[in-house]
């Protein structure tokens, strides 16, 4: 297994896109929680602001670069032909897709850290700016504050769950732009639906079942006994897609042929 492991290691950090990427990944979840810190706007205060989820919104889109990362981990190699080789080499193939589970998941761990880290410590002096501080009855924006630290390692776990599911799906795909099509609108599909749905229940079933919107319940510091789920039961449904994609793909890839 640790020749597995350094194999797709090598993989990963010789290969100049994916790096590009992440970086990519932390600069756009960065850049994104910044401005909506600094769109805040509560003249009179006493609004219903969430500093921590604020700070936080870049992970919207960030999550779509690490979906592409992880999709052409798996993809990339079936559209150069590499996988024959890779599967010549390890024909053990369950621990192939192992090893790329484990490499793109630590990868993106590292990358979600970094930009949530960039993401509260710039969201931080944008929102005291603007008022949303402990001075004003709001939730300090501080790891050191607990609900904060759950909803900024939440955060990281959320991206890291995230680029598993997409790396399942690429795995039972293998087409990148087919994968990358399915798990983009896995995420932002469901939202919409349930905006649409005018009944609550069936609204609050969707939004209990959404991958997106179920983890990004790990966010939330205020106003929790409104939300369908809690954050981790939210992170535990994001994380059962994740493994039923794993599965799938894993499977797939044992059965069919390269």
């Known amino acids: 297994m640790t020749a597995v492991l350094h194999a797709e290691w090598t993989k990963l950090r010789t290969v100049a896109g ?3 990427l992440l970086l990519a990944a932390i600069a756009l979840t960065a ?7 600094n769109a805040v706007d509560c003249p009179g205060g006493g609004c219903q602001v969430d500093p921590a989820k604020v700070s936080l919104t870049g992970i919207y889109l960030g ?3 690490v979906v592409i990362v992880a999709v052409t981990a ?3 190699e079936y559209s150069t032909g590499m996988i024959r080789l890779t599967l010549t080499a390890m024909p ?9 589970a484990a490499v793109i998941g630590t990868a993106t761990l590292v990358t ?10 710039a969201g931080r002096p944008l929102l005291d700016r603007h008022g949303i501080d402990p001075a004003h009855g709001y939730q300090a924006l501080s790891l050191a504050n607990g609900p904060v630290l759950r909803a900024a390692a939440g ?3 959320y991206l890291a769950l995230i680029a598993l599911l997409s790396l399942g799906i690429a795995a039972a795909v293998r087409d990148s732009a087919v994968a990358i099509g399915v798990v983009l609108g896995l995420l932002y599909l469901f939202p919409i639906v349930a905006g649409v749905v005018g009944d609550a229940d069936w609204k609050r079933h969707l939004d209990q079942i959404s991958p997106m919107r179920a983890g990004m319940y790990i966010q939330a ?3 929790l006994r409104s939300l369908p789920l809690t954050g981790w039961q939210g992170l535990g449904v994001l994380a059962a897609w994740a493994a039923g994609a794993l599965l799938a793909g894993g499977l797939l890839l044992c059965l069919r042929d390269a």
């Open 18 to 20: 994916p790096c590009w």
């Open 31 to 37: 850049a994104v929680g910044a401005l909506a810190a």
């Open 63 to 65: 999550q779509a670069i």
């Open 74 to 76: 798996v993809s990339g």
């Open 92 to 100: 053990r193939r369950s621990r192939v897709l192992a090893a790329k």
């Open 112 to 121: 979600g850290a970094v930009a949530v880290l960039a993401s509260v410590l």
């Open 155 to 157: 955060s990281v776990l």
């Open 221 to 223: 510091t205020t106003d």
